[in-house]
Every structure is written in structure tokens, then in C-alpha cells.
């Protein structure tokens, strides 16, 4: 049973920074969404775990940043310059194969985090 345990959520105030990081019981590709209340899961971010490469959601560009440490199982998700319209649940995901054209969706992947609150206030 694959387990994916994330911390590092919390309130912070726009332009304040958070780091979440997501533990794995194994080595997967892994992607970060988030869910705001009466929205669908959307994309965040996505590192392969075998040559790294990453993708971003527009709306996380430049902002975001997606990291891994293999020997820890472990992905962070960096948050710079937070946005209230950032806040949701985030929710780390592993999938054993992945697709470049399938990262964004959800259904690619086949486990999920418990998710973690980030609220960003104005």
C-alpha cells in the first residue's frame, strides 16, 4: 500500500512564502494539486522521478518551485509570492507511469495525499 503523508500547510499572508513537502513509502512520479472549496482538482506541479523534469500550471510559474530528494521519498512544493487566490487544499499524487500528455490529470494518478490547508490572507 502506497502511503503519501504531506506537511508544511498553514495561513500566511500574501507575498509570505510556505514549503510543503510530501513523503512517499517508494520511489513515483509525483505531481501537486489543489482543490479550493466548489472547484474541481486542478494542476499544480509535477517532477518525474527518473530525469526530473518538471511542469507548471501557468498560474504557479515563476512562483512555485517542484523538488525532489529520491534517497528521502520525499517532494517539496516551494510557494513564493502566496496569492490569496492560492489557497486550497494541496494534495501530493504518485503515479508509477506517466505520460507527457496526461501530468495535469488527475486520473493519471493512482495515489493521493490527505491533503494540506494553505490559506493566504490579503
Known amino acids: 500500500q502506497v502511503q503519501l503523508v504531506e506537511s508544511g500547510g498553514g495561513l500566511v499572508q500574501a507575498g509570505g512564502s510556505l514549503k510543503l513537502a510530501c513523503a512517499a513509502s517508494?520511489?513515483?512520479?509525483m505531481g501537486w494539486f489543489r482543490q479550493a472549496p466548489g472547484q474541481e482538482r486542478e494542476f499544480v506541479a509535477v517532477?518525474?522521478?527518473?530525469?526530473?523534469?518538471?511542469w507548471y500550471a501557468d498560474s504557479v510559474k515563476g512562483r512555485f518551485t517542484i523538488s525532489r530528494d529520491n534517497a528521502k521519498n520525499t517532494v517539496y512544493l516551494q510557494m513564493n509570492s502566496l496569492k490569496p487566490e492560492d489557497t486550497a487544499v494541496y494534495y501530493c499524487?504518485?503515479?508509477?507511469?506517466?505520460?507527457?500528455?496526461?501530468?495535469?490529470?488527475?486520473?493519471?494518478?493512482?495515489?493521493w495525499g490527505q491533503g494540506t490547508q494553505v490559506t493566504v490572507s490579503s
Open positions: 499524487a504518485a503515479a508509477e507511469t506517466l505520460s507527457g500528455n496526461r501530468y495535469y490529470n488527475p486520473r493519471a494518478y493512482g495515489y
Open positions: 517508494a520511489t513515483y512520479h
Open positions: 517532477i518525474w522521478w527518473d530525469d526530473y523534469t518538471t
